[in-house]
């Protein structure tokens, strides 16, 4: 018998669906001859660092770099039910071979293999690797089943991949957590780069100065031509009243045909850009709209970095572009040709292929899908028409005049043939998009060269320089996609931060850390993320490097490189780290220090007793204990109130007896305590009081 692992509920039944395991049991599918069972995402993780022993519970210098010579796992606590059940299922004697059937990439293999590797499991193992989840793609998947072997390196890939995250932020992390003093300042491999990227574009914007200048046009003819920039609004004026009322003379005319390729197919990078600028959707939102209707078997795998069809498709292409016609209603229909040639590349097909909808939509009630569903599979289902559609044609005309001695230039466009934009535009229509306009393209008069206008009208425009953009996601998305790739060349394997699978979750990190803040459809760092960018130094900020790391994890992918030497780089980087930051000056300490709120003066020492994290304390250190009474922990307000000396109800205390009561506490002065405590012996100073207990309402009862 056969137990099927996906990597989720819903796929598990698709699965357990086509293969007629449809008996239900507590955690798995039976039937068929075989069990379909699934993992919930990762239900093992890398153990915390304090698992490991002692020397690395608390955060110091002295105890870094944090690097295990063995690696232990952690079975999730709230998922540990499911893996209990894969365990025992694994464990079962009917069970002779295992496969993996979570998703077809390097996260999926590493969720698999780690419970697979944690239970201890050694039978036979076989991958299914399929790009979409309709019935006849499954039916295929489990009649070419791959060797689990085959994946190997592909494994080796993803644990360098979570090795080198939790060794890069663990220690990264620590380093300047401990060396800055303050708030927590959380380093990653490729989200703190991609925070310095949005830096560096804000300081650009906020080192913008912006300028000033002129234009002087002459109008005649149907024709508006303008002069290059000029900084003087008095030349600007000079010149127009120069050419007022004079005769322009057209030197040249020069018109050009020029085209734009339809797009290619979305991977997921492009498809979240895409929704990003069209309907401000976020790059995770993305990933989960598409991710359910790949699991509603409407589209094809999401998590994918290519954007061609294999050459084998062609078939299916061209019936689901029919099936798009069918079901997808547009605006209008149009008579179409498609050139699917143009998609298909087995070459740019790397694990899965691009993103398309499936033959699933011709069946399906695609009205009953959530709207934010129904927009992401339009987008996709009319990017294929695109693709496959007619070349762009129009024509530019560019015009040169000069007037009482000076050059003015105009310049048109007209649209000979709409092609591929007439799906685009038709697309537009239909949904209301949140894209910037643009302006529209004006057709100009026909010209010739020789001609000539009398009684030429003048004005002069005022203008002025525009700083850099904030990035929107669609744009932070493409700089991620692009990162360090000038510097490297054209036979790497991967470039960028990240990957198409993990972009979505960075961004979102970021903003749930404090460091990056979202205004409207923009990306803005914070004022603490700003700062962790101008302490941390270039190794660990330096897109390059971080493209370098992906770039070779593709390579431990490929058998190309060895695990051990990707690691061995890695561990060295760290090293290097914490031997070439090891002090900051108290100046720069103060950069992340958190204000303290003030809560009344010592009754000790006469120090400032102010908030802390577990508890009201005396910055002084003199050993007055503010923060608990008899076991009870006071509020900040019950402190403010006993160091002004007030009476302050305290409810929840404990007798002797167990019993609680409530008492009022008056303060009179501070007395020295003492006691032991698992053989330690503890002293301080705490408050003196007198105790007041509440006048107990009549209820009414008897006793």
Not at 679 to 684: P, R, V
């Amino acid at each position: 018998m056969q137990l099927v692992i996906a990597e989720k509920p819903s796929v598990a039944k698709s699965i357990a669906d086509v293969l007629g395991a449809l008996d239900r049991q507590d955690g798995y599918f039976e039937g068929g001859g075989y069990l379909v069972s699934w993992c919930v995402g990762h239900l093992i993780e890398l153990a915390e660092p304090e698992s490991y022993g002692d020397q690395w519970k608390k955060w110091t210098f002295e105890s870094l770099p944090v690097n295990p010579e063995h690696w232990q796992y952690e079975i999730k606590e709230d998922t540990k039910e499911q893996y209990d059940v894969l365990y025992g299922l694994l464990h079962d004697s009917r069970v002779d071979e295992v496969v993996c059937a979570t998703d077809a990439g390097r996260e999926g293999e590493l969720i698999f293999r780690l419970v697979y590797e944690q239970a201890g499991c050694s039978k036979p193992m076989k991958r299914l690797w399929i790009s979409s989840m309709e019935e006849s793609a499954i039916r295929e998947g489990f009649e070419n089943l791959k060797p689990g072997s085959d994946y190997e390196h592909l494994y080796h890939s993803a644990l360098c991949r979570q090795e080198a995250d939790w060794l890069v932020g663990i220690n990264g992390t620590r380093l300047f957590t401990v060396l800055y003093g303050g708030k927590v300042l959380k380093v990653g491999r490729v989200q703190t780069p991609t925070l310095a990227m949005l830096v560096e574009r804000e300081s650009k914007i906020m080192n913008f100065k912006k300028e000033q200048y002129f234009m002087a046009h002459i109008l005649c003819g149907g024709v508006d031509a303008a002069t290059e920039r000029i900084d003087s609004k008095t030349e600007a004026e000079q010149i127009a009243g120069a050419c007022r009322n004079g005769q322009a003379l057209v030197t040249s005319v020069v018109k050009e045909e020029k085209t734009v390729a339809s797009p290619k197919l979305y991977d997921l990078t492009t498809l979240q850009r895409d929704a990003n600028r069209l309907f401000g959707f976020t790059a995770k939102q993305t990933l989960e709209y598409t991710q359910s209707l790949y699991e509603k078997k409407l589209c094809t795998y999401p998590r994918t970095d290519s954007q061609y069809l294999s050459d084998d498709m062609e078939q299916t292409a061209g019936n689901v572009i029919k099936a798009i016609f069918s079901s997808i209603l547009f605006e209008e229909n149009m008579m179409f040709n498609p050139d699917i040639k143009r998609v298909l590349n087995s070459k740019k097909v790397t694990d899965h292929h691009a993103i398309i909808p499936t033959m699933e939509i011709a069946k399906a009630d695609l009205a009953a899908l959530p709207e934010t569903e129904r927009k992401i599979l339009s987008l996709v289902a009319n990017r294929l028409l695109c693709a496959t559609g007619e070349k762009h044609l129009y024509e530019t005309v560019k015009a040169e005049l000069t007037c009482g001695g000076y050059t003015f230039a105009t310049s048109g466009k007209s649209v000979l043939k709409n092609g591929w934009k007439d799906f685009e535009d038709t697309f537009k229509r239909s949904f209301k998009t949140m894209e910037d306009k643009e302006q529209e393209d004006k057709k100009l008069p026909e010209l010739s060269k020789g001609q000539t206008f009398n009684g030429v009208q003048t004005k002069i425009s005022e203008h002025y320089t525009t700083p850099p953009k904030h990035f929107t996601e669609d744009s932070l998305l493409s700089a991620m996609e692009r990162a360090g790739s000038e510097d490297m060349g054209d036979d790497v394997e991967r470039k960028g931060l990240g990957t198409p699978a993990t972009r979505a979750d960075i961004i979102e990190k970021l903003v749930k850390d404090g460091f990056v803040k979202r205004e409207k459809k923009q990306m803005i760092p914070t004022e603490n993320g700003i700062k962790l960018i101008t302490v941390l130094p270039d190794v660990v900020k330096s897109p390059k490097l971080t493209a370098d790391w992906e770039n070779a994890l593709t390579l431990v992918a490929k058998g190309e490189m060895e695990r051990e030497d990707f690691m061995a780089d890695i561990e060295t980087m760290v090293s290097d780290l914490i031997h070439t930051y090891h002090e900051v000056s108290d100046e720069q300490k103060k950069m992340f220090a958190q204000e303290q709120k003030v809560l009344g003066k010592c009754s000790n020492c006469g120090g400032e007793v102010v908030k802390g994290k577990y508890g009201a304390f005396c910055k002084n250190k003199c050993g007055m204990n503010v923060s608990r009474i008899m076991g009870v922990a006071l509020s900040d307000e019950q402190v403010e109130s006993l160091l002004t000396g007030k009476k302050t109800l305290l409810k929840g205390l404990t007798s002797k007896a167990g019993k609680k009561y409530d008492a009022y506490i008056i303060p009179s002065g501070t007395e020295e305590y003492h006691y032991t405590k698992d053989g330690e012996e503890k002293s301080g100073v705490q408050f003196k009081f007198v105790m007041e207990f509440p006048n107990k309402k009549f209820t009414g009862k008897k006793k």
